[in-house]
């Protein structure tokens, strides 16, 4: 199913193309419910699609708190807003928690991948008996100094995917909005998109966002 | 309980401040949950604070699922990212959700000051059947295209109030972590603030957010 490529997608990767010069266009907000029934929201790094398919990859420690959320209520939304295209995303779907005990050999193997992925630098993060920094720039190194390359996942390190249902968009400067909303029969996975202006509710939605 | 002014507020006003040249500076993200039991999360725009107190305010519309999102569950997660300090708030509470009907003058009265705080052109935006798009730029007028200015809030004119009662700051160049909570006893409001290194689960919860 993921290997039917959304047709929201490549408006995504052109805003990341577009916005490539900014640091931050690769940081969205990840909305979840905590155990305790409360919206919970944070920056989080986009580190690209899983298999150059449509599911939303994002490293993190397994001792965090959106990890307890996820795992009472595995539904996510993301917020992400372009500043320089003035585009927004608004993506929601389940979310797979893929710590180092997930039974799937499959899974374990991209959790392998994304942290071999990311930046030695990032890897330290999730040695240390308290999660790091997250590493956007100059900051002191966190945890321990050095780091074999060659190591495989720590233990801490936790492999979130997101499989989109809903994207909306919007793009402020062509005041285009398009709903996308992934249908699925026989196991065939498909997605319809309406425009902004047929669509009053998601009208509604979106306006409000920024009214 | 409004007057006392919280410890967080400086750095939130130091960071407006600091970020006041880029224009998307008074835009964060608010996650709600829908009546379908789903974080919900999209793009605002900060109003300042009430009474230059400690509550944030947010316009929009009556017509949008937020505000559906709000009367079934009064409360809201802010993550409030700026991209030129690299500091991150997290700030939650209840919302108030004040509109024409609201039976408290008091609040009428602040909603009336919230609609003639705002743009003309902002306020046009009230006017149409449906929504019309956020007044970021240059974009097209939506709506009607004039407006008398001495005519009081429409009719589809909301007003949110966010009371704070955490207020989680990152700072991702000082390395500065500080979690803020509000505790209110005998009628008077007060703020405990820790460091985030003396506090692993908020080290964790921040760190994540990036890792």
Redesign the interface.
């Known amino acids: 199913m993921g290997s039917t490529t959304a047709p929201w997608k490549q408006l995504l990767l052109n805003a990341l193309q577009s916005n490539s010069h ?3 266009s690769s ?1 969205f ?5 905590g155990p305790n ?9 986009f580190r690209g699609f899983q298999d150059n398919a449509n599911k939303i990859q994002i ?3 397994c ?5 307890e959320d996820l795992k009472h ?1 595995p ?5 992400w ?1 372009f ?1 320089d295209s ?1 585009e ?1 995303f ?1 993506i ?1 779907g389940a979310v797979d928690v893929i710590d180092g005990s997930n039974p799937d050999s499959m899974k374990l193997q991209q959790r392998e991948k994304a942290w071999f992925a990311s930046s030695p630098k ?1 890897r330290l ?2 040695l240390g008996p ?8 100059d ?2 190194d ?1 945890g321990p100094s050095s780091l074999d390359p060659s190591a495989g996942p720590a233990a801490a390190f936790c492999l979130l995917v997101l499989d989109p249902d809903q994207v909306d968009y919007l793009n ?2 062509s ?1 285009e909005r398009i709903s996308f909303s992934k249908k699925i029969a026989n196991e065939e996975t498909s997605w319809n998109s309406e425009k902004g202006d047929s669509l ?2 998601l ?9």
Chains 1, 2 share one sequence.
């Open positions: 900014l640091r931050h940081y907000q990840l909305a979840t419910i029934g409360m919206p919970a929201n944070r920056t989080v790094v490293n993190t420690d001792r965090s708190h959106k990890i209520w539904f996510a939304e993301i917020c807003y500043t003035w927004q608004r929601n990032s993060q999730y308290n999660p790091g920094l997250p590493s956007l720039g900051q002191p966190q402020l400067k005041n009053v509710s009208t509604m939605t979106r306006s409000s966002s920024w009214a």
